[in-house]
């Protein structure tokens, strides 16, 4: 089985945003089941927040690739 | 870099990578090669087009079917993010907005139409195009509202932080809002549609691979699972597509907004 360690490398760069959207989505979730009235405040900004987290693991692919 | 995986006994699987983006040219126009993309994007600003001189010609009071379609896209944008982001101000930048999330959410989807199945926005020429359309926005609006000098003094040099730390902010604010944005813009739209096309490819063929091409029951049941699982992953990435529309428009909404505003 060939490969490229490229691939090993984004898999571990993965987890940095990885375990960042998961806090980001946490913090979602319990916000809203302290306080349901507030989700559509909340939606917006958790879903800016996984954005900005998720630039990472989307840069770390083109990189991937692109080296 | 081709990745061969030995599935079989006689033939090797060829796992899908970049070179499945780069199609031939469907057909040449004086020697310049037309490719899918183009005609998606072509194909995708007539339909929108139609679509909306249709749904705004009949204008009824009381709305049918297409045009309450139609009014809750334009309802989510008007009422929904651009008070959010931008406020009073934002009815001006309504209809740019609303046209980029409306372009890029179709351009998106064309990944999971059947016999299209291409995401044009997988081509980094159109995510670019479009974050450099928002970026001199931005910048045109901060500019004019708030002067050449004011807006880079508000940009890199925000009230209320201590002075010792502006060597340290001034050069990373403007480093952030005049080149990292543009760039994350195109790429985090880019590779989302590249890499949930990639990994669309890869279940639906290494499936067909392992359910015609290999031989015993192991393969069959893997091949079943991963042609099953393509179908759940289709519809994922359909909801990928249309999140990665919003969240390119609601930050060129953000970023409008923050460049019309002196502190942010």
Known sequence: MEGSLNMVGYGLAAIGPGVGIGLIFAAYISGVARQPEARSVLQGIAILGFALAEALAVIGIGLAFAL | ?264
């Open chain 2, 1 to 264: 870099m081709p990745v061969a995986l030995t599935a079989g006994e006689t033939e090797e699987f060829e796992a899908p990578g970049p070179a499945d983006f780069e199609l031939p040219p469907a057909f040449e126009i004086l020697g310049f090669g037309v490719t899918k993309p183009m005609l998606i994007v072509v194909a995708a600003t007539l339909l929108i087009g139609i679509t909306f001189y249709i749904a705004a010609r009949r204008a009824a009071v009381v709305p049918g079917k297409g045009q309450f379609f139609v009014e809750g896209v334009y309802g989510f944008i008007r009422n929904g993010m651009v008070p959010d982001t931008i406020g009073r101000e934002g009815a001006k930048y309504v209809p740019y907005l609303f046209t980029l999330f409306v372009f890029i959410a179709v351009l998106n989807i064309s990944g999971i139409i059947p016999f299209v199945q291409y995401p044009a926005t997988s081509r980094i020429a159109i995510p670019l195009g479009l974050a450099v359309i928002s970026w001199i926005i931005f910048n045109y609006v901060g500019i004019k509202r708030q002067g050449l000098g004011g807006y880079f003094k508000n940009m890199m040099f925000p009230p209320g932080v201590p002075k010792a730390i502006y060597p340290l902010l001034a050069p990373l604010e403007f480093l952030s809002t005049v080149i990292i944005r543009p760039v994350t813009l195109t790429l985090r739209l880019t590779f989302n549609m590249f890499a949930g096309h990639l990994v669309l490819l890869l279940t639906i063929l290494g499936g067909e691979f392992l359910l015609l091409h290999t031989q015993g029951i192991v393969g069959f049941a893997a091949g079943s699972v991963s042609l099953l699982f393509s179908i759940v992953l289709t519809l994922f990435e359909g909801f990928i597509q249309l999140l990665q529309a919003y969240v390119f428009t609601l930050l060129s909404a953000i970023y409008i907004g923050g460049a019309l505003t002196h502190e942010h």
